[in-house]
């Protein structure tokens, strides 16, 4: 059974840091492209990084020089390193992959940034 779970969300002032954690269950984790998504309220769910199964990162243009994607292979984990941190990256935030054209999310962690 496939499982996501994210977690590493919460409430950070204007130019702060966080970093989140999505640890993944169910697929051979160290083959699969993931990738982070986000979703602000009453907006759609935008691609905000992806790391291939080889470590190659890329990112929106909005979190490019501010956000760093990475994965522990050995941990079944992947990770969104967060910094200058402005109230626009307010959203919920979900790790995804995708197998067989089926889309994979976890449960979403909510970062709010805020003074």
């Known amino acids: 059974q496939v499982q996501l779970v994210e977690s590493g969300g919460g409430l950070v002032q204007p130019g702060g840091s966080l970093r989140l954690a999505c640890v993944v269950s169910?697929?051979?984790?160290?083959?699969?492209?993931m990738n982070w998504y986000r979703q602000a309220p009453g907006k759609q769910r935008d691609l905000v990084a992806r790391i291939t199964s080889g470590g190659t990162p890329n990112y929106a243009d909005s979190v490019k020089g501010r956000f760093t994607i990475s994965r522990d292979n050995a941990k079944n984990t992947v990770y969104l390193q967060m910094e200058n941190l402005k109230p626009e990256d307010t959203a919920v935030y979900y790790c995804?992959?995708?197998?067989?054209?089926?889309?994979?999310w976890g449960q979403g962690t909510q970062v709010t940034v805020s003074s």
């Open positions: 169910g697929t051979i984790f160290s083959f699969t492209d």
């Open positions: 995804n992959f995708r197998r067989a054209l089926v889309n994979f």
